[in-house]
């Protein structure tokens, strides 16, 4: 099933499930605990992100091709870093250049992203899908002066900005997804395409990222898992491809679909 996060007309958000022919059923109750799909349809004005996030928690270096060409080794455990809830930003609605922090790097991030629906902590391997809601696009938006060069070593800063994860445009429930370990997954920079890999290349999956998170820590209902972007990121092109105003930027995954985005020129 495909669940989208919306907004009617008179302001209030719920869910609706996508039928064929892409229309929308109404939702009652929340998908990452009980719900029910009605048979009324949902009158959207516009689409949010999915989720909410509780916490997200992101995932670097996790593709081979990746970190192949950023010359750096093939990690031994799971290199994690984290964005503030701050960053979510909705469907067809604008990346924010920052303006305080002033960036001339911006670059573009295409991930699988895995959203938690039930509390698990120390959950094993086999388990760990078990506690998943649902698979949507991310786009985990860096500034890459911020997280190499004035971040004081730690990726975050640069990783934190407004609107610098983009999130949508569904949810898609595990029974629909499969296997989320052969998925085709891109991003088009104004109709260019950037990344086209597939989600076979991640060195840690979903089940044992689940199972790394959780060691000791609880992943609560809502927090949001990106899991690493593949090769053909902007700072690895020669000469690297920055964001800037008025760029589209779209990220799609098979089996999820595309999450779209443009750039506009900094904002306080």
């Known amino acids: 099933m495909k669940i989208i ?4 007309p008179f302001g209030k958000v719920s869910y609706a499930a996508e039928n064929e022919g892409r229309t929308h059923s109404r939702i009652e109750g929340d998908p990452l605990s009980e719900f029910a799909v009605t048979p009324e349809a949902a009158n959207i004005k516009r689409v949010l992100a999915p989720v909410v996030p509780t916490m997200i928690w992101c ?3 996790n593709y081979r091709k990746h970190a192949n060409e950023l010359g750096m080794p093939i990690p031994e455990y799971p290199v994690v870093f984290a964005k503030g809830p701050n960053t979510t930003q909705n469907p067809g609605e604008p990346i924010w250049l920052p303006a305080g922090a002033q960036s ?3 670059d573009y991030e295409a991930e699988l992203v895995v959203v938690i629906g039930k509390t698990c902590k120390d959950v094993s391997y086999g388990r760990a899908l078990e506690h998943v809601a649902g698979f949507t ?3 985990d938006v860096s500034s890459r002066d911020w997280q190499l060069k004035k971040g004081g ?3 975050c800063r640069g990783k934190s900005f407004d609107t610098f994860a983009p999130l949508g445009p569904c949810l898609v429930t595990p029974d629909s997804m499969g296997d989320p370990g052969t998925l085709r997954i891109q991003s088009i920079v104004n109709g260019r395409v950037m990344q086209d890999s597939n989600t076979n290349d991640m060195i840690f999956n979903v089940p044992a990222l689940i199972e790394f998170l959780s060691q000791s820590t609880t992943l609560f209902p809502g927090t949001v898992i990106f899991t690493g972007t593949p090769s053909g990121v902007g700072m690895a092109q020669k000469p690297p491809l920055w964001l800037k105003d008025g760029d589209e930027v779209s990220i799609t995954i098979e089996k ?3 999450l779209t985005n443009t750039v506009r020129g ?3």
Do not use: V
Not at 5 to 8: G, I, K
């Open 5 to 8: 996060r919306y907004e009617d």
């Open 59 to 61: 995932i670097g270096q």
């Open 104 to 106: 001339t790097e911006i």
């Open 137 to 139: 696009c991310g786009n």
């Open 153 to 155: 070593s730690q990726w």
């Open 256 to 258: 999820i679909g595309t």
């Open 266 to 268: 900094a904002k306080n």
